[in-house]
């Protein structure tokens, strides 16, 4: 009983924890939107100040590297995010199956003083059998289920870094694409 109370506040606190990480990642996550939006209208103001070319294209650019930055920063976030929410999981699954087990090893003490006041030492190992069988399969349920959230979270970073990939991709695309056309620009003057 007492191990039992114990896992209960153990899980209680996993959860209160689990809370306050992502109450400090959303106010992470709002100052880098925040931030962002600032960059965003000095980066306007600059522009609306000097509209030598260059340094317009310069400013695009540094806003684009600033944006590029921002969204890194948030995915970032979001996959310790999910870290830590898998992490917990795994925690509550571990308590849970030792929490199983001791209730098994209650059960078995139990069976086995019945059967020895009983003296039916054939049916204590059969039903130590079932017992074991059941124990087994709930490991192995639990092993799998952890499995499968490893790999959940290996496909998830590697949607992550593609999405990033892609970004980096349009980014050099505009870039070329600007440089391009300051080019025309020039030789038409």
Do not use: H, W
Request: proline fraction near 0%; charge should be neutral.
């Amino acid at each position: 009983m007492m191990m039992m109370i114990l896992m209960l506040m153990m899980m209680m606190m996993m959860m209160i924890m689990m809370m306050m990480m992502m109450m400090m990642m959303m106010m992470m996550m709002m100052m880098m939107m925040m931030m962002m939006m600032m960059m965003m209208i000095l980066m306007l103001m600059m522009m609306m100040m000097m509209m030598n070319d260059m340094m317009m294209m310069m400013m695009m650019m540094m806003m684009m590297m600033m944006m590029m930055m921002m969204m890194m920063m948030m995915m970032m976030m979001i996959m310790m995010m999910m870290m830590i929410m898998i992490m917990m999981i795994m925690m509550m699954m571990m308590m849970m199956m030792m929490m199983m087990m001791m209730m098994m090893m209650m059960m078995m003490m139990m069976m086995m003083m019945m059967m020895m006041m009983m003296m039916m030492m054939m049916m204590m190992m059969m039903m130590m059998m079932m017992m074991m069988m059941i124990l087994m399969l709930m490991m192995m349920m639990m092993i799998m289920m952890m499995m499968m959230m490893i790999l959940m979270l290996m496909m998830m970073m590697m949607m992550m870094i593609m999405m990033m990939m892609m970004m980096m991709m349009m980014m050099m695309m505009m870039m070329m694409m600007m440089m391009m056309m300051m080019m025309m620009c020039q030789s038409a003057v």
